[in-house]
Structure formats: structure tokens, C-alpha cells
């Protein structure tokens, strides 16, 4: 008998989405209303598998509550960095319960990479971008390793460094970025806030408007974007696990 060819096993080392697939995505939804998006994209999971990323901030609950209305079981991950205030790690829990998630996944930085580099925890006083990668870039980095996309909460109204976020993006791992609300307003927000009686952080109050790590976060003052209360007084403005949306690029259109 004769022998049969040996098959070889090759390793897909292809992108799992190309920016054409963003553009198809995003001209595919064009004008299409964020929850008929949302459960189009999801019911019928178009997008591989997702996990929604969730810092349970200050307007977090309007995305994780239109997420859930299309499917409860999506997994939300939330990452514990060892910074955060009291207040939210108690609202991750009374929202979780709230909305009904099914899958909420917490998750934090590698101990023995927090004590080999940051063993006194005060990097985040002489090295911002040192503390986001330990407490943040690596470990979530990892969480998504398993996932063809990512959901963020992303609005273009809350920098002017997000002026041009599209609902559909490309990470520099070749994933799919999902920004539901990106077109949303301020006005927007608030509305769904009040319509489903969602409740809020409470720190908002306060005039915290985005919520980070405590030590990075500070009050927002009159006239100010949301975003400014993070890292006040360094030339920072994202943690990286995003990075700017610059106008006109091509391969990130606006929808």
C-alpha cells in the first residue's frame, strides 16, 4: 500500500480583521440606530467572539445595559489595577447585579511584575505610562488574547484626541475594536441614563466625570472635556489601551 502524504500543519499567522473590514462594517451600519446595531451584530455574531471592557466608570452603565439587552452572556472584563477608588469597586458589583450580567470577568496585573517594578506603588507619581503598562496594557492584553473583538465605551465627544473614533476599528493585534457609542452625546447618555433609571457612579457627583485609577483622576472643571480630570498636569491622555483616532485616516473611517 502505498504511503499517504503527510499533511503539514501550518500556524494562521493572518490578521483576524483588516481595516477593509472595518470599512465594509462600518458602511454596513450606517446610520442603523445603536441597539438594532447591537443586536444584529451580536444575536447573529457577526463579529467572532466578543468581550465587552468596562472600566464601570462614570457612564458605563449606559453601554453595559445596551449589551446586555442583546445578550446578558456577553463576558464583561473589568480590570482591577490595585488603584482604583473604593467607590468603584463597590459599583462594579451593584451595577453587575443591577443589569443582570452574566459573565463579568475580574481581572489584575501579575503580582510578582507589580512587585519586581512597582514595589512601592508610586510609579504612577514619576512614570504614568510605566504604571498603565504593568496595571493595565499587559494584563488586559492578555485577557483578550482569546477574543476576535473588543466592545469599549468610547465616545468622540469626550476628547478632542477622539474626535474621529469610528463604531468599527482595527488594534494594533490585528483585533476588531467595537465602539458602539461613538457618535453618542453627553445629551445622549443622560437620557439613557434617566429612560432605564440606571444607576450612577457616585463619584459623579463630586465632578469626577471620567473615572480612573484614584491617584490619576481628579475633579473636572467648568468648560473642561470630560477626559481632562485624567492625568492633570502630564502630556497624557489615554492609558494605552487606546491611542488617538487621527482625523482623515484612512484606514479608520467615521461612519
Known amino acids: 500500500m502505498g504511503e499517504v502524504a503527510r ?23 450606517r446610520g442603523t440606530d445603536t441597539p438594532e446595531m447591537l443586536r444584529e451584530v451580536l444575536g ?30 456577553v ?34 496585573p501579575d503580582a510578582e511584575v507589580i512587585e519586581k517594578r512597582d514595589g512601592t506603588g508610586l510609579r504612577w507619581s514619576y512614570d504614568p505610562d510605566g504604571c498603565c503598562e504593568i496595571r493595565k496594557v499587559i494584563p488586559l492584553a492578555k485577557a ?10 468610547r465616545k468622540a465627544f469626550q476628547a478632542s484626541t477622539r474626535n474621529a473614533l469610528p463604531r468599527f476599528e482595527i488594534d ?17 447618555i443622560e437620557a439613557y441614563f434617566e429612560a432605564h433609571n440606571l444607576p450612577r457612579h457616585p463619584l459623579e457627583a ?17 468648560g473642561e472635556d470630560p477626559r481632562s480630570g485624567r492625568w492633570r498636569g502630564w502630556d497624557k491622555t489615554e492609558c494605552g489601551i487606546h491611542t488617538p483616532v487621527e482625523d482623515g485616516d484612512p484606514n479608520q473611517p467615521s461612519f
Not at 147 to 152: G, K, L, N, Q, V
Open 75 to 108: 463576558p464583561v472584563i473589568f480590570l482591577d489595577t490595585g488603584k482604583h477608588f473604593p467607590e468603584t469597586l463597590a459599583y462594579v458589583h451593584e451595577l453587575a447585579e443591577f443589569i443582570g450580567l452574566k459573565n463579568l470577568q475580574i481581572i489584575g
Open 144 to 153: 483578550l488574547a482569546p477574543f476576535d473583538t473588543s466592545i469599549t465605551g
Open 7 to 29: 499533511k503539514i500543519d501550518r500556524l494562521d499567522v493572518a490578521p483576524r480583521w483588516t481595516a477593509s473590514d472595518a470599512i465594509r462594517l462600518n458602511n454596513l451600519f
Open 206 to 222: 463630586q465632578g469626577y466625570l471620567s473615572i480612573g485609577c484614584a491617584p490619576c483622576t481628579s475633579v473636572v472643571k467648568a
Open 172 to 188: 494594533a493585534e490585528g483585533r476588531l475594536k467595537f465602539n458602539p457609542l461613538a457618535s453618542w452625546t453627553k445629551d445622549d
Open 44 to 73: 447573529n455574531h457577526m463579529l467572532g467572539d466578543v468581550a465587552l471592557v468596562s472600566s464601570f466608570g462614570a457612564e458605563s452603565a449606559a453601554l453595559l445595559h445596551l449589551v446586555a439587552q442583546a445578550d446578558p452572556n
